[in-house]
């Protein structure tokens, strides 16, 4: 099926590779993600994976992690995203069948003492037995991403007694949100601690953190993660009622954040999803960090070939509101058509940044800046997005050209709206693989062997031209960023603009 999907999709695609500026990050299933199928999905526009540690065995997933950065050698890089379970708000297996039926105006009683595989038709047991102390009379729970409904009535020892406001059928293990938010459940828990520690040694390139409440939760990741020698950037995933309320310290905090807006959607209601999408997109790009769109973006072809015009509306507004990723989940973990989906994700997306809305932004042209870098890259993308031939619509400048060790030129220039493609040079593995989640940002590994300014920059130049003859051209015009000492983190100074 990977073979047949893929010679039409990722052909077809494989110009975009270097084209596209929004990045595609897809679930990967250990059981199932083939070499060939990995290939095939790179080829078809995966710039990362994610790993979900709720699912699987986590050696499989080392596995995986290893093989992913084999095959996308001869590619591209290839960013991994360690999505960590988090404290798992889900109910128990039932007794005789995988689910039941539940009916409006019934009891049904959430027991924290029922054993797994004990449920029926009247009760079921909880993974998370603390839920009896956050709820109370009046509270309502969310079940199966808020598909079904519960009021609760009572709190009697380990039972929670509850009506069903919302008919439907519930099966075995799935989430349990308390509408409004208000759960006492931390970030992290012990089996999270065991899990960062067993696979911290693959060097992910980032740790997604699930229900964050506050910037300490991010705090005590990054702490962990420092015991273990990592040095990878973190995602606050927000899905939680107090994640809102605290979202500008948690951003700062965090390198990245990911709108993960099936729980999200169950604590605050989904009218409300499209007005947060839009506020914490342009929040997290003001503040110089990465921003992912998640959830239910294709859910439709995990059974089916082609996307609904409804998801086709989703990913090309989640592009048009300046997200850097849109994320994929159970359309590439489980679903019939992983390579197909990436190739339709990539095609809504290239056609969505094709409108003048996603073009260039005249972002931050009155601001002040104090940092040389910040200086430097702000100048770099003013000089793009003013440099027209002949008064034209025509950008004369066609490529960046960042040298960079830390990669923060790239990502501050990836937080302007802009037609041009920054090509991300460094020598620094980490850096290039952190960078495949920026919009509009194409990380490349190079170690130049030059030393002196005008023989760097001529390297690499011929590199490109030789790596990209489709987008780097003789008598092309590209700006350059480096800095005057190579090899110095923090020490972009220099800007220049020549000819190819």
Same mark, same amino acid.
């Given at each position: 099926?990977?073979?047949?999907?893929? *010679?039409?999709?990722?052909?077809?695609?494989? %110009?975009?590779?270097?084209?596209?500026?929004?990045?595609?990050?897809?679930?990967?299933?250990? !059981?199932?993600?083939?070499?060939?199928?990995?290939?095939?999905?790179?080829?078809?526009?995966?710039?990362?994976?994610?790993? +979900?540690?709720?699912?699987?065995?986590?050696?499989?997933?080392?596995?995986?992690?290893?093989?992913?950065?084999?095959?996308?050698?001869?590619?591209?890089?290839?960013?991994?995203?360690?999505?960590?379970?988090?404290?798992?708000?889900?109910?128990?297996?039932?007794?005789?069948?995988?689910?039941?039926?539940?009916?409006?105006?019934?009891?049904?009683?959430?027991?924290?003492?029922?054993?797994? +595989?004990?449920?029926?038709?009247?009760?079921?047991?909880?993974?998370?037995?603390?839920?009896?102390?956050?709820?109370?009379?009046?509270?309502?729970?969310?079940?199966?991403?808020?598909?079904? !409904?519960?009021?609760?009535?009572?709190? @009697?020892?380990?039972?929670?007694?509850?009506?069903?406001?919302?008919?439907?059928?519930?099966?075995?293990?799935?989430? /349990?949100? @308390?509408?409004?938010?208000? /759960?006492?459940?931390?970030?992290?828990?012990? @089996?999270?601690?065991?899990?960062?520690?067993?696979?911290?040694?693959?060097?992910?390139?980032?740790?997604?953190?699930?229900?964050?409440?506050?910037?300490?939760?991010? #705090?005590?990741?990054?702490?962990?993660?420092? %015991? =273990?020698?990592?040095?990878?950037?973190?995602?606050?995933?927000?899905?939680?009622?107090?994640?809102? !309320?605290?979202?500008?310290?948690?951003?700062?905090?965090?390198?990245?954040?990911?709108?993960?807006?099936?729980?999200?959607?169950?604590?605050?209601?989904?009218?409300?999803?499209?007005?947060?999408?839009?506020?914490?997109? @342009?929040?997290?790009?003001?503040?110089?960090?990465?921003?992912?769109?998640?959830?239910?973006? $294709?859910?439709?072809?995990?059974?089916?070939?082609?996307?609904? #015009?409804? =998801?086709?509306?989703?990913?090309? +507004?989640?592009?048009?509101?300046?997200?850097?990723?849109?994320?994929?989940?159970?359309?590439?973990?489980?679903?019939?058509?992983?390579?197909?989906?990436?190739?339709?994700?990539?095609?809504?997306?290239?056609?969505?940044?094709?409108?003048?809305?996603?073009?260039?932004?005249?972002?931050?042209?009155?601001?002040?800046?104090?940092?040389?870098?910040?200086?430097?890259?702000?100048?770099? $993308?003013?000089?793009?997005?003013?440099?027209?031939?002949?008064?034209?619509?025509?950008?004369?400048?066609?490529?960046?050209?960042?040298? !960079?060790?830390?990669?923060?030129?790239?990502?501050?220039?990836?937080?302007?709206?802009?037609?041009?493609?920054?090509?991300?040079?460094?020598?620094?593995? =980490?850096?290039?693989?952190?960078?495949?989640?920026?919009?509009?940002?194409?990380?490349?590994?190079?170690?130049?062997?030059?030393?002196?300014?005008?023989?760097?920059?001529?390297?690499?130049?011929? =590199? /490109?031209?030789?790596?990209?003859? *489709?987008?780097?051209?003789?008598?092309?015009?590209?700006?350059?960023?480096?800095?005057?000492?190579?090899?110095?983190?923090?020490?972009?100074?220099?800007?220049?603009?020549?000819?190819?």
């Amino acid at each position: 099926m990977d073979k047949k999907n893929s *010679n039409a999709s990722a052909d077809k695609n494989r %110009a975009d590779i270097f084209r596209r500026r929004t990045k595609i990050l897809a679930t990967l299933n250990p !059981t199932n993600t083939t070499p060939q199928r990995i290939e095939n999905m790179i080829y078809a526009g995966l710039d990362a994976s994610r790993h +979900n540690l709720s699912h699987g065995n986590i050696q499989d997933h080392i596995k995986l992690i290893a093989s992913i950065r084999e095959v996308s050698k001869g590619i591209k890089p290839v960013g991994i995203v360690v999505d960590i379970q988090g404290p798992k708000l889900r109910i128990l297996d039932f007794n005789n069948s995988e689910s039941i039926k539940l009916r409006r105006g019934n009891q049904f009683i959430l027991d924290a003492e029922c054993g797994d +595989n004990h449920g029926d038709e009247n009760r079921v047991g909880l993974d998370y037995k603390d839920l009896v102390k956050d709820v109370k009379p009046g509270d309502r729970l969310g079940l199966a991403d808020g598909i079904m !409904t519960l009021e609760v009535k009572q709190v @009697k020892g380990s039972e929670i007694i509850c009506e069903v406001l919302t008919n439907g059928q519930l099966f075995g293990r799935k989430g /349990l949100n @308390k509408i409004g938010g208000g /759960l006492s459940a931390p970030a992290l828990t012990q @089996k999270d601690r065991q899990d960062i520690k067993e696979i911290a040694a693959c060097k992910p390139d980032y740790f997604a953190l699930s229900f964050v409440k506050s910037a300490s939760d991010i #705090r005590e990741l990054r702490q962990l993660l420092q %015991a =273990e020698n990592c040095n990878a950037a973190i995602i606050a995933k927000i899905e939680r009622n107090e994640a809102i !309320t605290n979202i500008k310290e948690i951003t700062q905090e965090a390198d990245a954040i990911m709108i993960a807006r099936g729980d999200l959607g169950v604590e605050v209601g989904d009218p409300h999803l499209p007005g947060y999408q839009k506020r914490f997109i @342009k929040l997290a790009r003001s503040m110089n960090r990465c921003v992912i769109t998640a959830t239910q973006m $294709m859910e439709s072809m995990i059974h089916n070939p082609v996307p609904t #015009r409804a =998801e086709v509306f989703d990913v090309a +507004n989640a592009v048009l509101d300046g997200t850097d990723v849109v994320m994929l989940s159970g359309e590439t973990a489980v679903g019939k058509y992983p390579v197909k989906v990436i190739a339709a994700m990539s095609n809504i997306v290239v056609g969505a940044e094709q409108e003048k809305l996603s073009g260039i932004s005249r972002k931050r042209d009155e601001e002040r800046f104090f940092d040389i870098e910040e200086s430097i890259s702000m100048s770099a $993308m003013y000089a793009v997005n003013h440099h027209y031939k002949d008064h034209s619509d025509e950008l004369t400048i066609k490529a960046i050209l960042a040298l !960079t060790e830390s990669g923060r030129t790239s990502i501050y220039m990836s937080r302007v709206s802009s037609g041009v493609s920054i090509y991300a040079l460094s020598p620094n593995i =980490e850096t290039v693989r952190r960078l495949t989640l920026y919009r509009g940002v194409y990380p490349v590994h190079m170690v130049t062997k030059a030393k002196e300014h005008d023989d760097v920059i001529t390297e690499v130049v011929r =590199e /490109l031209k030789e790596k990209y003859p *489709n987008y780097i051209r003789a008598g092309d015009q590209v700006l350059i960023t480096k800095g005057s000492t190579m090899g110095e983190t923090g020490g972009t100074n220099l800007l220049q603009i020549i000819t190819v």
